[in-house]
């Protein structure tokens, strides 16, 4: 079967920095995307992997490792507008798009 | 502003009546989608049209149904046949059919059957 995980939820300190992992097990491979979403809201794109390596957008960064089933999300200078829930999804080889149950993260002063 | 619109943002309805909620686009998108998202669990699709006047069903359709006749209406109907209709449903647009492009989300609507 197909399979996402993703921690249920993290709890981490504003000003600091988290990472939030994502593996899968996917039948092919063809992109994975982070998206966040605040409670009762729809989700917002952050960023799109398709390459290994990382992708750095302002505050956020993205990680793919194709070889390890493996991605990570990395949000820095954390604000407590960060608090919300973030959603790994990944393309398969049918190009079907399988979403992850999502990382509720919760920032502390 | 180009976007996406969902309304109601909350619905209540009875058991066994059938319930339409909307979704309406003016992205220029060929794509939309509907997916379901209930605690705990990821966004699982319903349904998604990559055309005008066609539609596919996605891993849980059973109990839905949907019309695809404006490029920017994609309507989902929550039929009576449904066992567990409560959910948060969400509507989504893509400029290509394919799920490599990022879809762009509607702000929901969640719907109370009792």
């Known amino acids: 079967g197909q399979n996402i995980d993703q921690p249920t939820e993290m709890t981490a300190t504003e000003g600091a920095i988290v990472q939030i992992n994502c593996t899968y097990q996917t039948s092919g491979f063809n992109g994975l995307f982070w998206y966040q979403q605040h409670a009762g809201e729809a989700p917002t794109f952050l960023s799109y992997?398709?390459l290994d390596g990382l992708e750095e957008k302002g505050r956020f960064s993205s990680f793919l490792s194709r070889s390890k089933g493996y991605s990570y999300l990395l949000l820095k200078e954390l604000q407590m507008k960060d608090s919300a829930s973030y959603l790994c999804?990944?393309?398969?080889?049918?190009?079907?798009?399988?979403w992850g149950a999502g990382t509720k993260l919760i920032i502390k002063p | 502003d180009g976007g996406i619109t969902q309304s109601p943002k909350y619905l209540f309805r009875k058991e066994g009546q059938n319930v339409t909620l909307s979704c309406e686009q003016n992205?220029?998108?060929?794509?939309m989608y509907w997916y379901r998202q209930d605690p705990g669990q990821g966004l699982r699709l319903i349904y998604y049209?990559?055309?005008?006047?066609?539609?596919q069903k996605g891993d849980i359709a059973e109990g839905y149904s949907v019309s695809r006749e404006k490029k920017e209406s994609f309507p989902l109907t929550v039929t009576s046949a449904q066992k567990n209709p409560t959910a948060f449903y969400l509507c989504?647009?893509?400029?290509?059919?394919?799920?490599?492009?990022?879809?762009?989300f509607g702000p929901g609507t969640r719907l109370t059957v009792t």
């Open positions: 049209s990559q055309i005008v006047n066609d539609f």
């Open positions: 992205l220029n998108h060929d794509a």
């Open positions: 989504a647009s893509s400029e290509e059919g394919g799920p490599s492009y990022e879809q762009y």
């Open positions: 992997n398709v």
């Open positions: 999804a990944v393309i398969d080889s049918n190009y079907q798009l399988i």
